[in-house]
């Protein structure tokens, strides 16, 4: 199959200019400017006018539940959301149920995806304590790197000895993602908010149980041991101005940071309008916080905006701090809420190209993928500006079946998502027949 898409002005490598693309079978075959002609008969040409095209977003860092908590989401239903979203590519995390914590553990993820997904995948695999004698046997060319956290989090998954930190941050051979929150902080400022509201305070609350300190100290540690050792960090969901002071700038191969969707569009003055339906760990806070973010995605310090997508069940949502869950489905709806911080002159075009799509490449060494490039695998979408549109709960694709900005108007409308060449998303409808691939590293 032989695609041509004309008329577009695609977005690319810091450059946006009005050009046509060809795609031959799984792979890109050109990207021209509009003026240069293109030879040959296609199968297919796509009238892309008033669009703009755009490398398909890489969401480094998603919770797509499967296996075993399969109730509010799966394989499946989140990579239709993806597809319907412009992501071609995700990375999936560990905590799920068995946790990816062991080799077999991950190849039956592999295995789940092969079947379901319809867009790329890989998946981190889980630091603990007692695993780092696991490393040797990883496959750098099939995961992006190893998943820690050092915060709260469920079974055995919180590394909180100093002599594993040591040892993973020596041994790892690959990039370390860290969730950085100090739990003996978080659980002191649970206790003491129990003795004042009881058993479950109220969500306001979550940003001062898991508030600036407890993000810091942990953030803090994280990169001493990095630097200490030469280890690839890259901290996930930064959430306070305080720890983006500590990241370098343009460091693209040592300590690199991320933000979420999630903290870049709410502060804590929506708890009161949303409440635990923007409920996430590090929690949302200030509106000084999400300004600093917000300047970090331009100056060099926030590497790559990724989702954290994590996905609960409405009624696993009810309650405050301490009973309902943290986690919020953002994938669907990531690129267009992007779109619209251009229009508010948050960031530019490129820019947010270079976050969603280029640095994730970069920084965990993706191969062929991330960029529009001759050669490179045909992953990309096409995104129409003026065309406004409503999130209504009937066109939510994730098996949750709701999201935070339910009602909101948006006014950048995903058109068309190829994945290897394939129209995955077209029309409204992701393609029954589309399957992603495994994706390859360095």
Known sequence: MRTLIKGGRIVNEGKTFDGVMVIDGELIADVLPSEVPVDGTFDNTIDATGCYILPGVIDSHVHFRDPGLTEKADMDTESRAAAAGGVTSFFDMPNTMPQTTTLEALEEKFGIAARKSHVNYSFFFGATNENCHLFPLLDPQRIPGIKLFMGSSTGNMLVDSDDSLERIFSLAPLPLMAHCEDTAIINQNMASFKERYGDDPPVWAHQLIRNEEACLASTSKAIALATKHQARLHIAHISTEAE??????????????????????????????????????????????????????NDGRISTIATDHAPHLLSQKQGGCARAASGMPMIQFSLPSML????????????????????????????????????????????????????????????????????????????????????????????????GQPILFR
């Open 340 to 435: 619209e911080l251009v229009d508010e002159d948050v960031l530019t075009f490129e820019r947010m190209v270079e976050l969603m799509a280029h640095n994730p490449a970069r920084i965990f060494d993706v191969r062929r993928r991330g960029f529009l490039r001759k050669g490179y695998q045909a992953d990309l979408v096409i995104v129409r500006p003026n065309s406004p549109w409503t999130l209504t709960p009937d066109i939510i694709l994730s098996k949750c079946g709701w999201s935070p900005l339910e009602g909101h108007e948006f006014h950048w409308r995903v058109e068309t998502t190829f994945c290897n060449g394939y129209p995955v998303y077209q029309n409204g409808h992701v393609a029954e027949s589309s399957h």
């Open 244 to 297: 983006l002071e500590m990241i370098p700038a343009n460091s693209l191969h040592s300590i690199t940071a991320e933000a979420t969707v999630g903290h870049l569009l709410f502060s804590t003055v929506d708890y009161d309008p949303l409440g635990t339906r923007i409920k996430v760990n590090p929690a949302i806070k200030s509106v000084i916080d999400q300004e600093a973010l917000r300047r970090g995605l």
